[in-house]
Nanobody, 122 residues
């Protein structure tokens, strides 16, 4: 599966952005999807995941209550709604998928998108 992430940009603290991840090449409905981010000088970290069925979601503690992951299998698209953004959310955000995976932070993902930059100003 090929992934194309978009929706990043520059926003003030407290603002919102919605990231999208469009999948092509294979059926999306059988793939668990995750979002990750990497800030300059830091390791990539898990943000959120949603199971292939949509029945389970999982969030990093740092974004819980502010970010919402969702998916529209009919559109082969996943989303990450980000509200109450903070400067520390600044990073390149990546979407990733794995077939029939679990929605946990320890799930290994096999396909990755190219990333979209999110910058939150204070």
């Amino acid at each position: 599966v090929q992934l194309q992430a978009s929706g990043g940009g520059l926003v003030q603290a407290g603002g919102s952005l919605r990231l999208s991840c469009v999948a092509s090449g294979r059926t999306f409905r059988s793939y668990t999807m995750g979002w990750f981010r990497q800030a300059p000088g830091k390791e990539r970290e898990f943000v959120a995941a949603i199971r292939w069925s949509g029945s389970n979601t999982f969030y990093a503690e740092s974004v819980k209550g502010r970010f919402t992951i969702s998916r529209d299998n009919a559109k082969n698209t996943g989303y990450l709604q980000m509200n109450s953004l903070k400067p520390e959310d600044t990073a390149v955000y990546y979407c990733a998928t794995v077939p029939w995976g679990r929605a946990t932070m320890n799930q290994k993902f096999s396909s990755w998108g190219q990333g979209t930059q999110v910058t939150v100003s204070s």
